[in-house]
Nanobody, 124 residues
């Protein structure tokens, strides 16, 4: 079992920054890949970013590439998402998720455990 708790969401003006955190507990954090997804009202959950457990290789959705940075601190069992140059279209509930079985890391159905989500609202 893996428990995930997100924090760091909030209201920010367009062009601003936020850093999301995801605290993990349960299985050894350093042994599984992690991802961030988001879901806006009326839309499907979409991939934002992912990071592997082996070499911390990162992957990003085209819509956030160059603005968002995913990272992990295995000593602190914590995943981060640094979000810069935020846009109103980034408004969504952001979820962290744990992947224990590999794959492309960009599909929600590849993830085994999910956090409860944290709201990010970007005003124009």
């Amino acid at each position: 079992q893996v428990q995930l708790v997100e924090s760091g969401g909030g209201l920010v003006q367009a062009g601003g920054s936020l850093r999301l955190s995801c605290a993990a507990s349960g299985r050894p954090f350093s042994r599984y890949a992690m991802g961030w997804f988001r879901q806006a009202p009326g839309k499907e959950r979409e991939f934002v970013a992912a990071i592997t457990w082996t070499r911390s290789t990162t992957f990003y959705a085209n819509s956030v590439k160059g603005r968002f940075t995913i990272s992990r601190d295995n000593a602190k069992n914590t995943l981060y998402l640094q979000m810069n140059s935020l846009k109103p279209e980034d408004t969504a509930v952001y979820y962290c998720a744990a992947n224990l079985r590999g794959g492309s890391l960009i599909r929600p159905d590849e993830y085994d455990y999910w956090g409860q989500g944290t709201q990010v609202t970007v005003s124009s």
